[in-house]
Structure formats: structure tokens, C-alpha cells
């Protein structure tokens, strides 16, 4: 499958099942319950810059606004896309888990597939980071938060089996 038809295969699948349960886990709250730029197409750009390998939201949107422009004209600035994926975060869940009920091989066929988030919990932070006691070396380490200009000695949350 070339490059070029992805972004459509991706759109139509997004599409039929956000009409779904997708779009009640997405359910828009406000006056502007119906966006130039829909959140179908925010989806579809998300998830493909995802198989395209683009780890940020940055390099997402500059990939598409470079690439694939005429797919989507309506493609807003940076600062305002960079917030609706964050928005549709609860569409996410379902949404792999339509994909990949529709994935049917041996390998997951009879398998349960997980995915997980390991988000960071602070026990200590600032000063108190590098001598904190709280909890033992094989469970919590010294971090730093980048984006709070934070240290911090904290456990990172495992998925549970």
C-alpha cells in the first residue's frame, strides 16, 4: 500500500466508527459542536503520523501540512491542533481496541493485547529528590520532569497483570 492512500483507508475507518461508541466517548461540551476541522480528521492525522513514526505532535502536523496539505485543507495552525488530540484522549482506548478487533491473525487471535502508560509518581521532589527515603532503589529513582523543570525521586505506575 503506497503512502498516498493511506490517510484515506485510516479516515473511512475512523469515520465508521466514530459515528459509533467512539463519539460518545468524545461528546463535545461546548458551542462549537461542529468544527471546519472535525475530530474525525484530527484522529486520522494523529494515528497517522503515528504509523509515519512521528513521535510529537510537532512533527505530526509539520508532516502532514508539508505532505498532505490538499487532503486537508482545513488543517489548522500548530497551537490549535496541538490541542484537540489531547481533547480526544478518551476516543483513543476504543479506538484500538475497533482496530484491533478487525487485526485477525495467529499472533493475537485468543491473546488479550494491552496497552499501558507508565506516567511517573512523585514521592519527593525538588531538594528533597536526592535524599529522599521514601521508597526502596528497586521500586523509585531520581527523575526530572522537563516540561515542570522538576527533579524529582519517584516510581513509575507498572501496568498491572
Not at 3 to 10: E, H, L, N, V
Not at 18 to 25: F, I
Not at 37 to 63: A, C, N, P, Q
Amino acid at each position: 500500500m503506497d503512502t498516498a492512500s493511506r490517510p484515506p483507508r485510516i479516515y473511512l475507518f475512523i469515520c465508521q466508527r466514530y459515528r459509533g461508541r467512539l463519539a460518545a466517548a468524545a461528546q463535545r461540551q461546548s458551542n462549537n459542536a461542529d468544527p471546519t476541522f472535525t475530530d474525525e480528521e484530527v484522529l486520522t492525522i494523529y494515528v497517522f503520523g503515528l504509523i509515519k513514526k512521528r513521535t510529537t505532535i510537532s512533527e505530526i502536523h509539520e508532516y502532514v501540512e508539508d505532505h498532505f496539505s490538499e487532503w486537508f485543507p482545513d488543517l489548522p495552525s500548530y497551537q490549535s491542533y496541538n490541542r484537540r488530540p489531547g481533547r480526544l484522549s478518551a476516543v483513543f482506548a476504543p479506538l484500538v481496541e475497533e482496530a484491533l478487533s478487525e487485526v485477525s491473525c495467529q499472533k493475537t487471535r485468543g491473546k488479550i493485547v494491552r496497552i499501558a502508560d507508565s506516567m511517573p509518581i512523585m514521592l519527593a521532589k525538588g531538594q528533597r529528590a536526592s535524599q529522599a527515603e521514601v521508597a526502596s532503589d528497586r521500586l523509585a529513582s531520581v527523575g526530572y520532569c522537563s516540561s515542570k523543570c522538576v527533579s524529582f525521586h519517584g516510581a513509575g505506575a507498572p501496568p498491572r497483570r
